[in-house]
């Protein structure tokens, strides 16, 4: 059996080299086709914080011994200024982000794999393993984010998009494998460079605790319980199957290294800053401007037309309420989820992509690349045909909608708002069929424990 499958794996790594460098060569297409995309000027690709143009703006401020802050046009990382500074005219930095991301994928796929295969080997449920990995998830999860149209539009877009997605997947994959600096250094970083990140904290913690995939304990004892009773007929106790402790060793190890690598990113910051109103002008002009949504120019979220209209009186009211609703979700579903913790980003990403006030579709190709890692889980997930659809359906309308609002004037704000209220609602369904659908395949696997 063994032998049939490193053949197999053989076989599919040609294909998936092939596939993954031609996506390089498409965006180096994309990126100097002779007529210019102007995809940097779409509001759905880049934002008020992830914009390059804005970026390339803080840049020649500091050039000039001003502020980047000055403008009012950056509102990002002051350590970006240094590091994509300049290379503002080159975008191949999001191509390469782009490849590396995805080979992190790949490679935290395959533990997950592993992992998975594991778990049900430890159920005595090897055979369904055999049965329904017939393709290797972590290619399939990688491929998708490389030939996501998202990726690709988010790419050639000019943005740090590619950039910030690349140490949220650092930090996963760092955690998948238990080392716990390479996992604080991608947190810290994501958290820095777009705040919402830090709601990983949770998955990041129990995956360095429990691993890629943990049975969940009743499930476990349940195994045992009949392994016991059965023991007698001659059942044989797989190594594998024994449950393992939460591990505190790497928590605590990755909260020193958080604070190390935090400290370090404050004092290059303060340094950074030191003439331009020091680190709290930084973090006013940063998480303040997130925090407070100040900029209401359209994108392809909700917030937006919601702040244009609501009355001055009740605004910090309704911006605690937005913000505090993410907060709201992080306990029940830590709770519910704790032993997918991988599957948990996944869903903590999506929230974040909905509710967060200068989304992008950057946001949606990194956890749809991240949901490709369950297609075994997820197989029978309803409404899949569905939410491509309309997936496919908001793409080409939000284009058409926000030119004939602002370029034709034969449309209003309400066409364009109505594209991101499909999309609120596209992704909503989403979380809430690949949630039912991972409940619902934790459930088959314990009615077949109780069966064997």
């Known amino acids: 059996m063994k032998e049939e499958e490193e053949k197999k794996n053989m076989k599919t790594k040609p294909h998936f080299w092939r596939w993954a460098v031609a996506s390089m060569i498409f965006r180096l297409v994309l990126i100097y086709f002779p007529k210019n995309l102007n995809l940097a000027t779409r509001p759905e690709v880049s934002t008020p914080v992830t914009s390059l143009r804005r970026l390339a703006e803080g840049y020649w401020l500091t050039q000039s011994s001003m502020s980047p802050y000055a403008g009012s046009m950056y509102h990002g990382s002051p350590l970006l200024l240094s590091v994509l500074g300049p290379l503002t005219m080159k975008n191949l930095v999001s191509v390469i982000a782009d490849f590396i991301s995805a080979m992190l994928i790949r490679a935290t796929g395959l533990k997950l794999r592993m992992a998975y295969c594991e778990r049900l080997k430890s159920l005595g449920l090897g055979k369904l393993f055999e049965i329904s990995e017939i393709l290797p998830s972590e290619d399939i999860a990688a491929l998708v984010y490389l030939w996501n149209p998202l990726t690709i539009v988010t790419c050639v877009g000019f943005n740090t998009t590619p950039v910030e997605n690349l140490f949220i997947i650092l930090s996963l994959y760092g955690a998948c494998i238990r080392v716990a600096p390479l996992a604080a250094f991608g947190w810290v970083v994501a958290s820095h460079l777009s705040l919402y990140p830090t709601i990983l904290i949770?998955?990041?913690?129990?995956?360095?605790?429990?691993?890629?995939?943990?049975?969940?304990?009743?499930?476990?004892?349940?195994?045992?319980?009949?392994?016991?009773?059965?023991?007698?007929?001659?059942?044989?106790?797989?190594?594998?199957?024994?449950?393992?402790?939460?591990?505190?060793?790497?928590?605590?190890?990755?909260?020193?290294?958080?604070?190390?690598?935090?400290?370090?990113?404050?004092?290059?910051?303060?340094?950074f800053m030191r003439n331009y109103g020091g680190i709290s002008e930084m973090f006013n002009r940063t998480y303040g401007f997130i925090l407070t949504v100040k900029d209401l120019s359209p994108n392809i979220g909700v917030l937006w037309y919601f702040f244009a209209e609501v009355f001055e009186f009740f605004r910090d009211f309704f911006l605690i309420v937005f913000h505090v609703n993410i907060l709201f979700m992080i306990l029940p579903l830590a709770i519910r989820l704790k032993h997918r913790p991988c599957f948990l980003a996944f869903v903590y990403m999506a929230i974040c992509s909905i509710l967060k006030p200068y989304p992008s579709v950057g946001d949606s190709a990194l956890y749809l690349a991240l949901l490709a890692l369950f297609f075994n889980e997820l197989a029978e997930m309803q409404f899949s045909f569905f939410l491509f659809c309309g997936f496919v359906g908001v793409s080409l309308l939000s284009p058409v909608m926000h030119n004939l609002w602002i370029w034709r004037g034969t449309g209003n704000a309400n066409f364009y708002f109505a594209t991101g209220m499909a999309y609120a609602c596209f992704q909503i369904i989403l979380v809430v069929e690949s949630v039912s659908a991972m409940l619902n395949h934790d459930r088959k696997i314990r009615k077949l424990v109780a069966t064997t």
């Not at 990041?204 to 499930?219: C, E, M, Q, S």
């Not at 059965?230 to 199957?241: M, T």
Request: aromatic letters at 14%; hydrophobic letters at 45%.
């Open 202 to 271: 949770i998955p990041v913690i129990l995956l360095l605790g429990n691993g890629p995939d943990a049975t969940p304990r009743k499930l476990f004892l349940m195994y045992k319980k009949d392994e016991a009773d059965n023991s007698s007929k001659g059942r044989v106790v797989n190594g594998l199957s024994e449950q393992k402790n939460f591990s505190w060793r790497p928590v605590g190890l990755f909260f020193v290294w958080v604070f190390i690598w935090t400290l370090y990113t404050l004092v290059l910051c303060g340094i």
